[in-house]
C-alpha cells in the first residue's frame, strides 16, 4: 500500500479528533429570538425502514409515489449510514448530533440525562414551538425525550400512521401559525407486518394474514405458548416465508407513504409546505434473512440494517442525489446551519448544508462508525449473532464510500469482516483474509474513532422502570422476553 493512502488515513484520524473532542456549550441565548418568519422544521422518522425498499432508492416493486415526489424535489443522499442499527440508540443521535458513546444512551430502558443538548431544545430557546410524537415506547416522554418540546405525547395503542398524522395535523391546527419545530416517529414498518388490507392486495405474495410470520408473532405471544429462538432470531424460513414477509414489510412501506403523503398535502393546503425544512429518515433497517437473520434488526451491522433513508427538502433546497457517506449524527448541525443558527461545532455530527444548498457537491470524505446493540437482561440470548456468552461489547464498524470492516467480540479474539461495499453491496464476500492491507487501514479508523469517544458515555444513563403497559407494547413489537 502507497504512503498516500496512509496519508489519507491519518487526515481522516484528525479530523475525527477535531470533530470529536471540541467542547460542548450551553444552550442558546433565550433572548436571542427567532424570527418570525424562520422556516419550520418537520422531522418524519419511520421506525425499521430499509433505503433499498423505497422506489427513490431504486426499489422497483415499491409503491411510494409520495416519498419519491419529496425526493425528486429535494436532496436524497444515497448513502446515509445510522451509528447503530437499533432504536433506544440511534433516535438520541438524531436528537444530539452525537456518538452513543457520547448521548450515554445503549439499552432500551435508559433515559436520556439533561446534559444532552437535544435540537428541540436549542430550537425551543428560540422561540419554535416544539412538538414530539413517538409511536415506539421507546421514545417516551418520560426517558427525557421531552426535552426542549412544549407537547409530547407517546402513543402505546392505537398508533399507526394514520392516527400519529392525525395528532400531528391536529398540533398543526393550533400551532402553526408560529415558527414550529414537529418530530414523528411512525412505527411503520416495523415487526409484525400488519398493513391495510389495501396495501397487501399490492403484493400477490402477501397472502392471507392468518398464514404469515407475523401472525404467529402475535397469535403465539398472546397464547404464551411460542418459542423465540425457532420463530425469530434462529429461524430458518423458507423461499414462500422470505417471499410473503418480504411483501408485508413492502405493504407497511406502501401505507407509511400514503400517510406521509397525506402529511405533506396538509402542508401544502395549509400555505405550510413553502416554508417548512422537511427531513425523511429512519431510525434502522431490517434483516429480512439476508443474513441468516430474519424480521429483525439490531443484531448486526450490515447494509440492510446500517443504510437508511435520508431525505431533506427545504423552501430553498436544489434537486439531487448526494452519493457520498452521511451519518445520521449530521442530520442535527445540518438543520441548524440551515436556520442559520450557530452551534460551535461541538457535536460529533458535521453539518451537510453545503449539499442540500447545492454550493458543494461534495464535502471532505469522513466515514461512518456503527454498532449494533449490547445484550442485556431481558433480550434474547439464544442468537448467536447478539450474544456472545462471557464476552461483552458490541460489534464496531466503519464504513466509507467502497469498504466496510466489521469487529466481532469473541471469547479468544476479535472476528473479522471486510466487504467491498461497490463490488459487493450484498455483503456475502468477506476479504479480511486476503485485504490485509486494506483491513489494517480501516482498523487503525475505527480505533482512532472510538478512542477519542468517551470512555463509556456522557453520563451512567438512568434504568427506568417499565410500566405494565408500555411492557406488553414492548413485547408486541419483539423488544422484551418475557
Given at each position: 500500500?502507497?504512503?498516500?493512502?496512509?496519508i489519507i488515513?491519518?487526515?481522516?484520524?484528525?479530523?475525527?479528533?477535531?470533530?470529536?473532542?471540541?467542547?460542548?456549550?450551553?444552550a442558546?441565548d433565550?433572548?436571542?429570538?427567532?424570527?418570525p418568519?424562520a422556516?419550520?422544521?418537520?422531522?418524519?422518522?419511520?421506525?425499521?425502514?430499509?433505503?433499498?425498499r423505497?422506489?427513490?432508492?431504486?426499489?422497483?416493486?415499491?409503491?411510494?409515489?409520495?416519498?419519491?415526489?419529496?425526493?425528486a424535489?429535494?436532496?436524497l443522499?444515497e448513502?446515509?449510514?445510522?451509528?447503530a442499527?437499533?432504536?433506544?440508540?440511534?433516535?438520541?443521535?438524531l436528537?444530539?448530533?452525537?456518538?452513543?458513546?457520547?448521548?450515554?444512551?445503549?439499552?432500551?430502558?435508559?433515559?436520556?440525562?439533561?446534559?444532552?443538548?437535544?435540537?428541540?431544545?436549542?430550537?425551543?430557546?428560540?422561540?419554535?414551538?416544539?412538538?414530539?410524537?413517538?409511536?415506539?415506547?421507546?421514545?417516551h416522554?418520560?426517558?427525557?425525550?421531552?426535552?426542549?418540546?412544549?407537547?409530547?405525547?407517546?402513543?402505546?395503542?392505537?398508533?399507526?400512521a394514520?392516527?400519529?398524522v392525525d395528532?400531528?395535523?391536529?398540533?398543526?391546527?393550533?400551532?402553526?401559525?408560529?415558527?414550529?419545530?414537529l418530530?414523528?416517529?411512525?412505527?411503520?414498518?416495523?415487526?409484525?407486518?400488519?398493513?391495510?388490507?389495501?396495501?397487501?392486495?399490492?403484493?400477490?405474495?402477501?397472502?392471507?394474514?392468518?398464514?404469515s410470520?407475523?401472525?404467529?408473532?402475535?397469535?403465539?405471544?398472546?397464547e404464551?405458548?411460542?418459542?423465540?429462538?425457532?420463530?425469530?432470531w434462529?429461524?430458518?424460513?423458507n423461499?414462500?416465508?422470505?417471499?410473503q414477509e418480504?411483501a408485508?414489510?413492502?405493504?407497511?412501506?406502501?401505507?407509511?407513504?400514503?400517510?406521509?403523503?397525506?402529511?405533506?398535502?396538509?402542508?401544502?393546503?395549509?400555505?405550510?409546505?413553502?416554508n417548512?425544512?422537511?427531513?425523511?429518515?429512519?431510525?434502522?433497517?431490517?434483516?429480512?434473512?439476508?443474513?441468516?437473520?430474519?424480521c429483525?434488526?439490531?443484531?448486526?451491522?450490515?447494509?440492510?440494517?446500517?443504510?437508511v433513508?435520508?431525505?431533506?427538502?427545504?423552501p430553498?433546497?436544489?434537486?439531487?442525489?448526494?452519493?457520498?457517506?452521511?451519518?445520521?449524527?449530521?442530520?442535527?448541525?445540518?438543520?441548524?446551519?440551515?436556520?442559520d443558527?450557530?452551534?460551535?461545532?461541538?457535536?460529533?455530527?458535521?453539518?451537510?448544508?453545503?449539499?442540500?444548498?447545492?454550493?458543494?457537491?461534495?464535502?471532505?470524505?469522513?466515514?461512518?462508525?456503527?454498532?449494533?446493540?449490547?445484550?442485556?437482561?431481558?433480550?434474547?440470548?439464544?442468537?448467536?449473532?447478539?450474544?456472545?456468552?462471557?464476552?461483552?461489547?458490541?460489534?464496531?464498524?466503519?464504513?466509507?464510500e467502497?469498504?466496510?470492516?466489521?469487529?466481532?467480540?469473541?471469547?479468544?479474539?476479535?472476528i473479522?469482516e471486510?466487504?467491498?461495499?461497490?463490488?459487493?453491496?450484498?455483503?456475502?464476500h468477506?476479504?479480511?483474509?486476503?485485504?490485509?492491507?486494506?483491513?489494517?487501514?480501516?482498523?487503525?479508523?475505527?480505533?482512532?474513532?472510538k478512542t477519542?469517544?468517551?470512555?463509556?458515555?456522557?453520563?451512567?444513563?438512568?434504568?427506568?422502570?417499565?410500566?405494565?403497559?408500555?411492557?406488553?407494547?414492548?413485547?408486541?413489537?419483539?423488544?422484551?422476553?418475557e
Open positions: 500500500m502507497n504512503k498516500h493512502f496512509w488515513v491519518i487526515a481522516v484520524g484528525v479530523s475525527l479528533v477535531l470533530i470529536l473532542i471540541t467542547p460542548r456549550p450551553d442558546p433565550p433572548s436571542k429570538q427567532i424570527d418568519h422556516w419550520n422544521v418537520l422531522i418524519i422518522q419511520a421506525d425499521t425502514l430499509r433505503a433499498d423505497l422506489g427513490a432508492y431504486g426499489h422497483t416493486r415499491a409503491k411510494t409515489p409520495n416519498l419519491d415526489a419529496l425526493a424535489e429535494g436532496v443522499f448513502q446515509h449510514i445510522v451509528n442499527t437499533y432504536t433506544a440508540c440511534s433516535i438520541p443521535s436528537l444530539t448530533g452525537n456518538y452513543q458513546d457520547r448521548h450515554g444512551l445503549w439499552f432500551h430502558g435508559d433515559t436520556l440525562s439533561e446534559k444532552n443538548l437535544t435540537l428541540p431544545e436549542r430550537l425551543s430557546a428560540l422561540g419554535y414551538k416544539t412538538a414530539g410524537f413517538s409511536a415506539n415506547p421507546i421514545v416522554e418520560d426517558r427525557g425525550y421531552a426535552q426542549g418540546i412544549d407537547s409530547m405525547r407517546t402513543l402505546k395503542q392505537n398508533n399507526n394514520e392516527q400519529m395528532h400531528a395535523t391536529n398540533w398543526l391546527d393550533k400551532n402553526g401559525d408560529d415558527p414550529f419545530f418530530w414523528l416517529l411512525l412505527i411503520d414498518p416495523h415487526f409484525p407486518y400488519t398493513p391495510p388490507d389495501r396495501f397487501t392486495s399490492l403484493y400477490p405474495e402477501s397472502g392471507t394474514y392468518e398464514e410470520l407475523s401472525w404467529q408473532w402475535e397469535f403465539n405471544q398472546s404464551a405458548e411460542w418459542d423465540k429462538e425457532s420463530l425469530m434462529g429461524y430458518v424460513a423461499e414462500q416465508q422470505i417471499a418480504s408485508l414489510y413492502d405493504g407497511e412501506i406502501a401505507y407509511l407513504d400514503e400517510q406521509v403523503g397525506r402529511l405533506l398535502d396538509y402542508l401544502d393546503e395549509n400555505g405550510l409546505r413553502d417548512t425544512l422537511i427531513v425523511f429518515t429512519s431510525d434502522h433497517g431490517e434483516e429480512l434473512a439476508e443474513h441468516t437473520l430474519f429483525t434488526h439490531g443484531n448486526s451491522t450490515y447494509e440492510t440494517l446500517a443504510r433513508p435520508l431525505i431533506i427538502q427545504t430553498d433546497s436544489t434537486t439531487s442525489r448526494v452519493p457520498q457517506v452521511v451519518r445520521t449524527i449530521d442530520i442535527a448541525p445540518t438543520i441548524l446551519s440551515l436556520l443558527i450557530p452551534y460551535e461545532d461541538e457535536m460529533d455530527g458535521r453539518s451537510l448544508a453545503p449539499l442540500v444548498r447545492g454550493t458543494e457537491t461534495a464535502l471532505p470524505k469522513l466515514p461512518a462508525y456503527i454498532a449494533n446493540g449490547p445484550i442485556h437482561e431481558g433480550f434474547w440470548k439464544e442468537n448467536p449473532r447478539m450474544y456472545v456468552k462471557g464476552v461483552q461489547g458490541t460489534w464496531a464498524t466503519v464504513r466509507t467502497e469498504w466496510k470492516l466489521i469487529r466481532i467480540p469473541h471469547p479468544e479474539k476479535y473479522f471486510l466487504y467491498n461495499i461497490k463490488t459487493d453491496p450484498e455483503e456475502k468477506n476479504l479480511y483474509n486476503s485485504n490485509p492491507d486494506q483491513a489494517a487501514a480501516l482498523i487503525t479508523i475505527l480505533d482512532s474513532i477519542r469517544l468517551p470512555d463509556g458515555s456522557l453520563v451512567t444513563p438512568q434504568q427506568q422502570e417499565l410500566d405494565e403497559e408500555t411492557r406488553q407494547t414492548l413485547e408486541s413489537l419483539g423488544y422484551l422476553s
